[in-house]
């Protein structure tokens, strides 16, 4: 009898059938590190699967909306395919500007694109109207055709809403995956928590306990905990959603603000990948050291190496977890190998002299 010895990371992600995108607006990695974490078990759940605190933004800018565009589309706002989107204001109409393809030469396709056209189900629950920019840009005046049989037309986001409240935003979220899973549809959803941002913008990224920026986690939290105990509570959802998090920026440079791209507490983020039941705790680096770099923590990025793991990402992970393949035009993640399990060790052939056999 053959024996697979895996090595303590689960089955494959095949089982997972929504994947929750979650951005929590100007969250410090700290947050998820002792001793602070232990005020937050929500992002403490999270973190049991492969993760690093040591992801970065934007190589160029650390503000929200930029940062957002390149989790969406899996490109940067510089370089080659870089998506050009610097302001981070409410953008203009769409009939004057506002949509990402009239930015760029061509249509910018997003997470949102993929999963749609593949017949799933997409959602957008956002903090900041701002993100109507990606309403404008992928709605059904917008958004591309469906070049996939079937037809699910021009319109990627069966849902836009954007509500700062955090407990309407669990609400929206959790019904949003429960009409999904009624259908019986497979679904992606992002979700932008803006509170961490607005109490540091009003009192500073101050770490302190009882701070407004540490109250401002926690209601981020209280979101989260209230979207795993539905999830729990639903068997059409427990152990088919993947909640992959990350920040668009961190913040405290200056005090109020986090507009200093070079500013390591600006730059230094999160990124976690929840695999649908808490497994084990892996270093997202470790498992990735052929692709990715983890820089030091003064460094945006080590020069001449591969990249680091990067916000923008995202969509692509969780396109890969849903085995979809990856946002067209997209650099960040493009190639789908940011590694989210470690390898399975080899079958063991019979006999021979290295195998192993599993302990009762
Ligand atoms: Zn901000």
Redesign the pocket.
Known sequence: MLALLAIGVGEAPSRIEHVVMVSV??LRPECIAAPIAASYPALTRLARGPHTLQARCDPQIS??LPNHIDMITGRTVAGDAGHGWIANDDPPSRKHGGTLHARNDGYVSSVFDVAHDQGLSTALICGKWKFVLFEQTYGEDAGGPDTLAPDNGRDKLDLFVCDPGPMSQADHTVTFLHDAALQGKRSVAFLHLPTP?FA??ANGWDLTDGSAYRKGVADADGVLARLLAAIEADASLRGKVAIVLTAD?G?GVPRI??VDAEAPINFTIPFLVWLGRDGESFDLYQLNRDTRRQPAPSERFAADAPPPIRNGEIGNVALTILGLPAIPGSTANAAQDLRLQAPAQPVAETGASTSKTASP
């Open positions: 607006d100007g503000v929200t941002d540091g913008h920026h913040g603000s986090h």
